[in-house]
């Protein structure tokens, strides 16, 4: 059976690494299995749910390079729960419910004051044809409730096992027990489904195989489970894995705003930089950069997934992301170097990758190797008479040892006192590439305007 998995985001926000490294995970699942990745937009919601924000997170996929082979809209199948819902409806499975939300707050508040849990007590179950008209007739309309495969004390029946367990591809053996939950709502007031019977009926027909998703919906998976049961469903198999918390070891929840995927694109990130901080965190395998998804796919089990939370820190994605750039060669860049307006070839690139943290860094030394700059001169005379010692071009790496040597023993100056005036000097800057390798690429007339204090 083909490997077919999906990613289930609500176009009601925009994407950030929390829901990106589920989409992540279920695609490197699919790659490497030869199957299907879906991208299933949950947008039942239709307050909420917006064009923009659905062309946001197909924007933001084909970004990270998680090209879907299929996408899927639950709005437009809507009439399919509803056959769905009717089938169930048929088998005693969902019951119509006309309490208000106020009402069922009350009904909690009253359980739990008498030291009981605030499930819901079924009278919706328990109406009669008449007393359902009645309520009808006075403008209330139902929500449907999935009667899940219990038995309240009070029906007198035969108690039903309300254990539901399977073996979690992440998390080892997981149960759930029903008899601690309320009847699910299903079916809302105006028809609409909700996530836990939509997503059910979407994975029967899409044949998904796996369900690769955060460890918050483990309760809802036992949920689920029965309502695969009472369709007849095989359930794909379960993968829960941890969420991400911060560096400090709190929530991410409150910040994801900020930790948006456009947030990452705009920052000048490196996909394969979010793609391989995302697929590595929480895993036995070290978080290093990766040049191609095909990689982080041949690394890729389920099984090196840790339990543990894990710890998102923006400051290492940047660290990864730098360390990325420092490995990649002038052919990989070339052409959104030529995007930024750099056309230095292999020689800059080589010269200033290693101190780059975003490909946009490299603007910096592109403008100190080929254009003006004001230069900041700290020892007048010492860069005075290093401007009379620059020797004649054509120029190449080992030009910088042997012009420092001529101003060492014009000066008598060495270490610090001789090298960082003509740092200052020549690139404005106290720090940066190698000289050896810059020199050149500034050239002469730049560096002896420069050595003199002239803009240049």
Same mark, same amino acid.
């Given at each position: 059976?083909?490997?077919?998995?999906?990613?289930?985001?609500?176009?009601?926000?925009?994407?950030?690494?929390?829901?990106?490294?589920?989409?992540?995970?279920?695609?490197?699942?699919?790659?490497?299995? +030869?199957?299907?990745?879906?991208?299933?937009?949950?947008?039942?919601?239709?307050?909420?749910?917006?064009?923009?924000?659905?062309?946001?997170?197909?924007?933001?996929?084909?970004?990270?390079?998680?090209?879907?082979?299929?996408?899927?809209?639950?709005?437009?199948?809507?009439?399919?729960?509803?056959?769905?819902?009717?089938?169930?409806?048929?088998?005693?499975?969902?019951?119509?419910?006309?309490?208000?939300?106020?009402?069922?707050?009350?009904?909690?508040?009253?359980?739990?004051?008498? +030291?009981?849990?605030?499930?819901?007590?079924?009278?919706?179950?328990?109406?009669?044809?008449?007393?359902?008209?009645?309520?009808?007739?006075?403008?209330?309309?139902?929500?449907?409730?999935?009667?899940?495969?219990?038995?309240?004390?009070?029906?007198?029946?035969?108690?039903?096992?309300?254990?539901?367990?399977?073996?979690?591809?992440?998390?080892?053996?997981?149960?759930?027990?029903?008899?601690?939950?309320?009847?699910?709502?299903?079916?809302?007031?105006?028809?609409?489904?909700?996530?836990?019977?939509?997503?059910?009926?979407?994975?029967?027909?899409?044949?998904?195989?796996?369900?690769?998703?955060?460890?918050?919906?483990?309760?809802?998976?036992?949920?689920?489970?029965?309502?695969?049961?009472?369709?007849?469903?095989?359930?794909?198999?379960?993968?829960?894995?941890?969420?991400?918390?911060?560096?400090? +070891?709190?929530?991410?929840?409150?910040?994801?705003?900020?930790?948006?995927?456009?947030?990452?694109?705009?920052?000048?990130?490196?996909?394969?930089?979010?793609?391989?901080?995302?697929?590595?965190?929480?895993?036995?395998?070290?978080?290093?950069?990766?040049?191609?998804?095909?990689?982080?796919?041949?690394?890729?089990?389920?099984?090196?997934?840790?339990?543990?939370?894990?710890?998102?820190?923006?400051?290492?994605?940047?660290?990864?992301?730098?360390?990325?750039?420092?490995?990649?060669?002038?052919?990989?860049?070339?052409?959104?170097?030529?995007?930024?307006?750099?056309?230095?070839?292999?020689?800059?690139?080589?010269?200033?990758?290693?101190?780059?943290?975003?490909?946009?860094?490299?603007?910096?030394?592109?403008?100190?190797?080929?254009?003006?700059?004001?230069?900041?001169?700290?020892?007048?005379?010492?860069?005075?008479?290093?401007?009379?010692?620059?020797?004649?071009?054509?120029?190449?790496?080992?030009?910088?040892?042997?012009?420092?040597?001529?101003?060492?023993?014009?000066? +008598?100056?060495?270490?610090?006192?001789?090298?960082?005036?003509?740092?200052?000097?020549?690139?404005?800057?106290?720090?940066?590439?190698?000289?050896?390798?810059?020199?050149?690429?500034?050239?002469?007339?730049?560096?002896?305007?420069?050595?003199?204090?002239?803009?240049?």
């Amino acid at each position: 059976m083909t490997t077919t998995v999906r990613f289930a985001p609500s176009p009601t926000g925009k994407l950030h690494i929390g829901n990106i490294r589920t989409a992540i995970l279920n695609y490197l699942l699919a790659m490497k299995a +030869g199957g299907t990745f879906i991208l299933r937009l949950d947008d039942t919601d239709r307050e909420r749910s917006t064009e923009a924000f659905a062309e946001g997170i197909r924007a933001d996929l084909h970004w990270l390079g998680l090209d879907w082979q299929r996408e899927e809209h639950q709005s437009a199948r809507l009439a399919r729960y509803a056959e769905v819902a009717e089938t169930l409806k048929a088998a005693g499975r969902l019951y119509p419910c006309y309490e208000s939300g106020e009402e069922l707050d009350r009904k909690r508040k009253r359980q739990l004051a008498r +030291g009981l849990p605030p499930i819901y007590d079924r009278a919706g179950l328990k109406l009669t044809a008449e007393e359902r008209a009645k309520l009808e007739a006075e403008g209330r309309r139902p929500h449907w409730r999935f009667r899940l495969p219990n038995t309240d004390s009070a029906s007198g029946l035969a108690p039903l096992p309300t254990i539901v367990s399977w073996n979690d591809l992440i998390r080892g053996d997981q149960t759930v027990d029903l008899g601690s939950l309320s009847d699910p709502v299903l079916i809302r007031e105006d028809g609409t489904p909700l996530y836990t019977f939509a997503g059910v009926v979407d994975d029967i027909d899409f044949a998904i195989t796996h369900i690769v998703r955060g460890e918050d919906h483990v309760t809802n998976s036992g949920v689920q489970l029965a309502i695969f049961e009472a369709l007849g469903a095989t359930p794909p198999a379960l993968a829960h894995h941890s969420l991400l918390i911060g560096a400090d +070891g709190h929530a991410l929840s409150k910040r994801l705003g900020t930790l948006s995927i456009e947030t990452f694109r705009n920052e000048g990130l490196e996909p394969m930089a979010v793609l391989s901080h995302a697929a590595l965190l929480g895993t036995s395998d070290a978080i290093e950069p990766h040049g191609h998804i095909d990689e982080l796919a041949a690394l890729f089990d389920l099984r090196k997934i840790s339990t543990a939370p894990g710890r998102f820190d923006p400051v290492e994605l940047k660290a990864l992301n730098a360390k990325l750039l420092h490995k990649r060669t002038f052919a990989d860049a070339a052409d959104k170097l030529a995007a930024l307006g750099i056309t230095g070839g292999a020689a800059f690139w080589e010269a200033v990758r290693g101190n780059v943290t975003v490909l946009a860094d490299a603007r910096e030394w592109w403008q100190v190797t080929a254009g003006e700059i004001e230069p900041v001169i700290e020892n007048s005379d010492m860069t005075a008479k290093a401007a009379a010692l620059l020797p004649p071009e054509p120029w190449d790496e080992a030009t910088w040892s042997a012009f420092t040597a001529e101003v060492a023993k014009a000066t +008598g100056l060495k270490g610090r006192a001789l090298f960082h005036p003509l740092r200052l000097a020549l690139t404005g800057r106290d720090s940066g590439p190698e000289l050896k390798a810059l020199l050149p690429l500034i050239g002469r007339t730049r560096a002896e305007a420069r050595l003199l204090g002239r803009r240049g």
